[in-house]
């Protein structure tokens, strides 16, 4: 699913990854989980169609 990731941000608080991937499907953000030793071949958790996504902004309030 990762073809041109144009961004990537990491929440420290639910321990997730977003990756805006702008070449597949038109734009998409996909959420992963954070990765243990020795783990980083896995699928996303989330995989959400966000057309012509170019960034990744975490807010929290």
Known sequence: ML???????????AKRI????RLNGGGRVL???SPSTGTF???????RAE????AVYLSRR
């Open 3 to 13: 073809g041109n990731p144009v961004d990537v941000a990491y929440d420290n608080v």
């Open 18 to 21: 977003y990756v805006a991937e």
């Open 31 to 33: 959420t992963f989980a």
């Open 41 to 47: 071949d896995t699928a996303p958790l989330q995989n």
């Open 51 to 54: 057309p012509g996504v170019s």
